[in-house]
């Protein structure tokens, strides 16, 4: 027993802090350990300083402006969007067909809006909503060309040693749209 006693407190002593040399202490960065500069005691890459509030103000102002000159002299080429509809995300141009695997309320022939638009960026320009960009922005009008029934699918469940085999025929609906336009507001704020 007093054999334990004697290697628990020589393992104690063991863990104390020791006195470092004086070349160790030199190098140290002062907290009293000491750490070599790696890629693990500190991140590869420099540390950025943050930007003044009054740069950053100037820097949006201009972009902003820019952006407004090409939307007013109409000189930015075609426009896309991804928009979100029918729990899935497309990225659409003008004149372009949608399928989509389910049916909603709208009949053939309507004119609907698409009102969840993420994202829209021509070739000098992109306007990310966070996460959606407003309504009064941008417009995105499609129209139902087609509601249709997709082949049909066979889903099938089978175990193995029981005898349980069950077929199941699925026709899935389909609808299909055609984007008419993406319009963009005359002007950002």
């Known amino acids: 027993m007093a054999l334990a006693r004697g290697c ?6 063991s863990r104390l802090p020791r006195c470092f040399p004086a070349a160790a202490r030199a190098h140290s960065s002062g907290g009293g350990t000491v750490v070599p500069h790696t ?14 509030e009054e740069a950053r103000r100037g820097r949006h102002a ?12 109409q000189h930015f080429g075609r426009l896309f969007a991804v928009v979100h509809f029918a729990a899935h995300q497309w990225k659409v141009t003008a004149e372009d067909l949608i399928l989509i695997e389910n049916h909603f309320d709208a009949e053939c022939g309507d004119r609907i809006r698409l009102e969840k638009v993420l994202l829209v960026g021509a070739e000098d320009f992109t306007l990310v909503g966070r996460p959606l960009l407003g309504k009064d922005l941008v417009r995105v009008e499609a129209t139902v060309i087609e509601k249709t029934e997709s082949w049909p699918k066979i889903h099938q469940r089978f175990w193995k040693r029981h005898r349980f085999q069950r077929r199941e025929i699925i ?3 389909q609808t299909v749209l055609r984007i008419n336009s993406i319009e963009l507001a005359p002007r950002l704020t």
């Open 8 to 13: 628990g407190a020589l393992w104690r002593a």
């Open 39 to 52: 890629s693990l005691s500190r991140p590869p890459w420099p540390e950025l300083k943050p930007e003044p």
């Open 62 to 73: 201009a972009l902003v402006s820019t952006v407004n000159q090409l939307i007013q002299r």
């Open 171 to 173: 026709v899935p609906k």
